[in-house]
């Protein structure tokens, strides 16, 4: 169960990284952001693609080392930073209007169900 948890997680920032440094742009555009100028770019491919590549090969390797010491560590701290990412939509849902399912409630459900899942196999 916690391979596959983890590979699924994995799998999930593989594909986020891979796209955020294909088409920074195109990732970002279902939230109304725009990703037009270099700097823009680059801070998307930085912050989802870079971010997202790195991630998923720690859990990559979290996947296949011993449970505990550092792979656990791993899997705690994408789980919490998962839960935090949803800690902030739910912020947004209180503070702002209200927005549709898509795309900001389906990502609220993948982080909370993505940060339960890592930290119950931590």
Same mark, same amino acid.
């Given at each position: ?7 699924? %997680?994995?799998?999930?920032? @593989? ?8 088409? &920074? ?9 725009? @990703? ?16 997202? =590549? %790195? +991630? %998923?090969?720690?859990? /990559?390797?979290?996947?296949?080392? !011993? $449970?505990?010491? +550092?792979?656990?560590?791993? *899997? *705690? ?16 849902? =209180?503070? !702002? &209007? @209200?927005? $549709?399912?898509? $795309? ?8 909370? +169900?993505? @940060? %339960? /899942? ?5």
């Amino acid at each position: 169960m916690r391979v596959a948890i983890l590979v699924v %997680a994995a799998v999930f920032f @593989a594909g986020m990284g891979v796209y955020g440094l294909v088409a &920074p742009a195109r990732l970002v555009a279902p939230f109304l952001l725009r @990703a037009e100028t270099s700097e823009g770019r680059s801070e998307v491919r930085a912050v989802y693609g870079g971010f997202g =590549i %790195a +991630v %998923a090969g720690l859990l /990559g390797w979290a996947s296949v080392a !011993d $449970p505990g010491g +550092v792979s656990t560590g791993v *899997v *705690v701290t994408v789980g919490v930073a998962l839960g935090g990412m949803a800690f902030g939509r739910i912020v947004s849902r =209180i503070v !702002d &209007p @209200a927005t $549709p399912f898509y $795309p900001v409630g389906l990502y609220l459900l993948v982080e909370a +169900v993505g @940060a %339960a /899942g890592l930290l119950a196999v931590a």
